[in-house]
């Protein structure tokens, strides 16, 4: 089958440039790779060559079909030789005034009915229509690095995008292999505007001093199912990527709170701990692997002393079982004696408020995070307040760890880390619903693709409750009384009847 586009102009030939190539003459498709720097472009054909032929020495693609896509590129001597291109995509560096300047040119001299595109990942699309003669035939087209193994493209209509124009679009990604995903022109679009709840929550929890970069990673990986945690993927990404874009969404936001950078990324963008292009970020690089901190080993205690659970624990039932699989005195009085481990199990609360306003005695109260089912982590998260005693402390973190199963000790904060983080991007998720940026079926496949979450942030939402959620996101906002935790109303109304979060209003 025919391409749709049969002639396609791609314009820049860096690493983005040249994965829209790639993946567009494996399609089928004639490619013109421009660039002002006509060295770049002819690097860029070069390298595509050896791509091919490793593939061909692997048994991955025929010998034909490499020299088939190799036949389909060609180098024009300027930007007037795309005359003929039937889609031309820019993918040149993210400045507002240079691309409108490119599309500029470029309207005069392609075809009336040729398409053309932006692959920027932040610049408003409508912005770098304005000015055009015809920007109903113009809409962003957002790939993301590496092309060829992230299978997702945002289809992005700006205010005056055409609808054949997006389904031509459409049309074309699938045909490239690619998953199209169809999105509004807001900030971010979808995948950067729903990845702020990760990053950006996971490092207000290390500014606040709640637990250290590799905690947060290894609870939220060994808790959620993340493949890599946050602060791992900033150091993938690079925060001379990562960092900017936070700026530029919360800045397009009108400093919306949820969106707000961190001091800690701008620090060390300035500093040079970039991740693992530069050898450190926030962890060091030998030979291309993390050096990842000690755990803090198990405690020795000798003399375990019994455990009150408190009655308003969540998953009240399933702590105790658990206690008594793992062997532990259990006390079942309205209130525990003088002796007893005080576990409490809050939903959005810091320990310290459970205590006072349970009238427990906080030296003796250590909280556990009960938001997930036990049996479906792969660690087990404790968190002491400023009073607790070592001796407590280190008895909770024992009792835990008798079956083998990883435990992690945080310190007070409203919410434990995955309560904070999973409510935050479920939050943002819905908040995008609100907005009509995406459908939620669009958002799930878009995350799930280009994020690598385990799971879309609706569905995650799905599986710890609607109400869980909204229950973490109340009570945040009543310990911090930020606006950060405002739960958007398309949650809030899921969650007041019981529907699920991937139901669309009729």
Same mark, same amino acid.
């Given at each position: ?20 190539v ?5 399609? =089928? ?29 692997? =048994? ?10 190799k ?9 007037? !030789? ?18 409108k300047a ?5 309207? #005069? ?6 398409v053309?595109?932006? /692959? ?46 997006? !389904? ?23 995948? /950067? ?15 606040? =001093?709640?637990?250290?970069f ?23 990404? *690079? ?32 500093g ?8 450190e ?8 692997a993390a ?5 803090p ?19 009240? *039932? ?7 699989d793992? =062997? ?19 939903? #959005? ?23 997930? !089912?036990?049996? *479906? ?8 307040n ?8 280190? *008895?909770?973190h ?13 310190? !007070?904060?409203?919410g ?9 991007i ?48 109340? /009570? ?31």
């Amino acid at each position: 089958m025919k391409p749709f586009f049969q002639t396609i102009g791609v314009i820049g030939a860096g690493a983005m440039g040249r994965g829209i190539v790639q993946i567009a003459a494996q399609a =089928g498709s004639q490619v013109k790779i421009f660039d002002r720097d006509a060295q770049a472009s002819a690097r860029a054909v070069d390298e595509l060559g050896q791509q091919w032929d490793k593939q061909v020495a692997k =048994g991955r693609m025929e010998p034909a079909q490499a020299a088939a896509c190799k036949a389909r590129l060609t180098i024009p001597a300027a930007l007037s !030789d795309l005359r003929d291109c039937q889609l031309v995509v820019e993918a040149v560096v993210e400045r507002l005034d240079i691309k409108k300047a490119l599309f500029a040119e470029l309207e #005069g001299i392609v075809a009336a009915d040729a398409v053309l595109v932006s /692959n920027t990942s932040s610049l408003s699309v409508t912005a770098i229509a304005a000015g055009l003669k015809h920007p109903e035939r113009f809409a962003g087209y957002h790939f993301f690095n590496p092309v060829p193994l992230m299978k997702v493209v945002e289809v992005i209509c700006g205010l005056k995008t055409g609808a054949a124009c997006a !389904d031509a679009l459409t049309t074309y990604a699938r045909q490239i292999g690619h998953t199209p995903v169809r999105a509004q022109d807001t900030p971010g679009f979808i995948v /950067n505007h729903a990845g702020r709840g990760y990053g950006t929550e996971a490092l207000r929890l290390v500014s606040e =001093g709640v637990a250290d970069f590799a905690t947060v990673d290894r609870i939220l990986k060994d808790q959620v199912g993340f493949k890599l945690g946050p602060f791992e993927l900033m150091d993938l990404t *690079a925060l001379d990527v990562s960092h900017p874009v936070m700026e530029s969404i919360y800045q397009q936001y009108y400093q919306e709170p949820r969106y707000r950078p961190s001091v800690i990324t701008a620090q060390r963008l300035a500093g040079g701990l970039l991740g693992r292009k530069t050898g450190e970020g926030f962890y060091k690089y030998s030979q291309g692997a993390a050096e990842w901190p000690a755990e803090p080993a198990v405690p020795t205690v000798k003399d375990m002393p019994p455990v009150w659970v408190s009655p308003r624990a969540t998953r009240r *039932a399933e702590l105790l079982q658990l206690l008594k699989d793992l =062997g532990a005195s259990i006390e079942t009085g309205q209130s525990p004696s003088m002796q007893a481990l005080t576990l409490v199990a809050p939903l #959005g609360f810091d320990i310290t408020t459970v205590a006072v306003v349970e009238r427990l005695d906080p030296a003796r109260t250590v909280g556990i995070d009960m938001l997930i !089912d036990d049996a *479906a982590t792969k660690r087990r998260v404790l968190a002491t307040n400023p009073a607790t005693r070592a001796d407590m402390r280190d *008895a909770a973190h024992a009792l835990f760890a008798r079956d083998g199963k990883a435990v992690s000790v945080i310190r !007070d904060s409203g919410g434990f880390v995955t309560q904070r983080v999973v409510a935050t991007i479920v939050n943002i998720a819905s908040d995008m619903c609100q907005q009509g940026v995406c459908s939620p079926q669009d958002l799930e496949t878009a995350v799930t693709l280009g994020l690598g979450y385990p799971q879309g942030p609706l569905a995650m939402g799905n599986r710890y409750g609607p109400t869980n959620i909204l229950e973490v996101l109340f /009570n945040m906002q009543t310990v911090y009384g930020d606006p950060r935790y405002r739960p958007s109303p398309w949650l809030r109304r899921r969650g007041a009847i019981g529907l699920s979060l991937m139901q669309e209003e009729s």
